[in-house]
């Protein structure tokens, strides 16, 4: 059976920068965003005002363009790296499993159907062949989120998160939220045991500055 040891390896360590980047760019955008929301006060002009909201909107889009630059870098490596991995299939494993399914069609029992597919889990290439097979002959099987990936669909909706259109900070914030998700979900369904941070209070924290922002507060 393949080990893409090559591939998880590096998906393991892209994953890992990838999600440095993104919460290093989010508490830059954090920064700023506290940085604007002092000069909230009655006491300052409207150009002085709207000076220091032109220079948080550069800030937040730099930040946002260094770390998108990265994060699609490390992608489209880890993307490189699967598509050279699914080439190294272990034919031998993949045509013992396809024999099976054949010899037994329709009798197969369900709890064999998916021990059948386990040892497969994170290869898509063959996990895709095997599931065709077991609907070829109407094998009930218990389906699992990892039994159909799309390696490409999977990447490309990752790259297209990386390139949304950023035009304040929450939208940079929500792109780092999105983009650190869709990375462990592309982890989980190709079984790479990244350690994924916990930053589901991110947008939250956020949305506090902005609320002490429109009220006037530092």
């Given amino acids: 059976m393949r080990i893409a040891h090559c591939f998880a390896k590096t998906l393991l360590d892209k994953s890992r920068l990838i999600y440095r980047y993104a919460e290093e760019a989010y508490n830059a955008i954090k920064r700023s965003m506290e940085e604007r929301a002092k000069y909230q006060d009655h006491l300052y002009s409207v150009a002085f005002l709207n000076e220091k909201t032109e220079e948080h909107r550069k800030q937040v889009y730099q930040i946002s363009q260094a770390a998108n630059q990265k994060i699609t870098a490390c992608l489209e490596a880890a993307l490189e790296s699967e598509l050279e991995e699914s080439e ?7 045509q013992g499993a396809v024999g099976i399914i054949n010899a037994l069609g329709a009798d197969m029992p369900p709890e064999q159907a998916g021990k059948l597919l386990e040892p497969f889990k994170g ?30 669909k999977l990447f490309d909706d990752a790259l297209a998160y990386v390139n949304a259109p950023v035009e304040k900070a929450m939208d940079a914030i929500v792109c780092m939220n999105r983009i650190r998700k869709q990375v462990s979900l592309i982890a989980d369904l190709l ?3 990244v350690t994924k941070p916990k930053w589901d209070d991110l947008a939250e924290d956020a949305q506090g500055i902005l609320a002490r922002q429109s009220m006037g507060l530092g």
Avoid at 88 to 94: F, I, N, T
Avoid at 130 to 150: C, F, G, N, S
Wanted: hydrophobic content about 45%; overall charge positive; aromatic content about 8%.
């Fill in 88 to 94: 190294k299939l272990d034919v031998q494993a993949v």
């Fill in 191 to 193: 079984a790479i045991p």
């Fill in 123 to 152: 290869q898509a290439q063959p996990l895709s062949l095997l599931v065709k097979l077991l609907k070829k002959y109407r094998i009930a099987y218990k389906p699992e989120p990892w039994h159909e990936v799309d390696v490409k």
